[in-house]
């Protein structure tokens, strides 16, 4: 009998972690859709090389 009831309380701790991991999934996925939108309306720097050390920088235009 003891069997039985650490089985079904290891089962009922399972499925409160993947709830738990669910959930925080969600959260996660929520905040990666809003850094991608974020990301998606800063404007684009052109690289341009500078000639006497070659090292590429970014030239922010303002458009």
Do not use: C, S
């Not at 972690?17 to 999934?25: D, V």
């Not at 969600?26 to 050390?53: C, F, G, H, K």
């Amino acid at each position: 009998m003891p069997q039985v009831v650490f089985v079904a309380l290891v089962g009922a701790l399972g499925i409160v972690a993947l709830r738990a991991l669910a959930r925080q999934k969600a959260a996660v996925a929520i905040r990666i859709r809003e850094a991608e939108r974020a990301m998606a309306n800063r404007p684009l720097a052109t690289l341009v090389q500078d000639p006497v050390t070659g090292i590429y920088r970014p030239v922010n235009r303002d458009y």
